[in-house]
């Protein structure tokens, strides 16, 4: 659980049962969950709060992603951008869509230039030979949550 979060698992459980979206979503602790999992491994009704967690984000995401943090959003966009363009990860391209779209323009610039020297981050994104098929699937599976 992240040490920022001011609802607990048990108490996200706690509010989906009462169907309470408005706290849900609008609580930052949904999007601060670190997915890793020791809350269903010690919940003692044997549920699984960490995907019901997953399934709120996905939900909250559907409703309008206006819910979740905007630097959360960013990445999250920026992520599924740099899956949909080159059918992997570009850590260039991700750094470069994330700044812009958080606003984070010179937050960690200080450290870009050693990591450049020491070829950590590669200034060309290379792409996959199925990249088709990976904007097909990313297509199709927006198109299923838009018909639920």
């Known amino acids: 659980m992240g040490a920022e979060m001011t609802l607990p698992p048990h108490d996200i459980m706690r509010l989906t049962l009462a169907d309470d979206?408005?706290?849900?979503?609008?609580?930052?602790?949904?999007?601060?969950?670190?997915?890793?999992?020791?809350c269903s491994a010690r919940c003692p009704k044997d549920v699984d709060p960490a995907r019901v967690i997953d399934a709120l984000r996905e939900?909250?995401?559907?409703?309008?992603?206006e819910h979740a943090p905007r630097n959360i959003r960013a990445f999250h966009e920026?992520?599924?951008?740099?899956?949909?363009t080159t059918g992997r990860l570009s850590e260039v391209g991700?750094?470069?869509?994330?700044?812009?779209?958080?606003?984070?323009?010179?937050?960690?610039?200080?450290v870009a230039p050693?990591?450049?020297?020491?070829?950590?981050?590669?200034?060309?994104?290379?792409?996959?030979?199925?990249?088709?098929?990976?904007?097909?699937?990313?297509?199709?599976?927006?198109?299923?949550?838009?018909?639920?």
Not at 78 to 84: D, G, V
Not at 116 to 137: F, M, N, S, T
């Open 59 to 65: 939900l909250a995401a559907t409703e309008g992603t």
């Open 21 to 38: 979206r408005e706290r849900l979503f609008h609580n930052d602790s949904l999007w601060l969950c670190l997915t890793c999992e020791t």
């Open 94 to 110: 991700l750094i470069m869509q994330y700044k812009l779209r958080s606003g984070a323009l010179l937050q960690d610039v200080a």
């Open 114 to 148: 050693a990591m450049l020297r020491r070829g950590k981050l590669p200034l060309r994104a290379q792409r996959i030979a199925g990249v088709d098929e990976v904007k097909a699937i990313m297509v199709a599976c927006k198109r299923e949550r838009g018909a639920q």
């Open 78 to 84: 920026s992520f599924l951008e740099q899956i949909r």
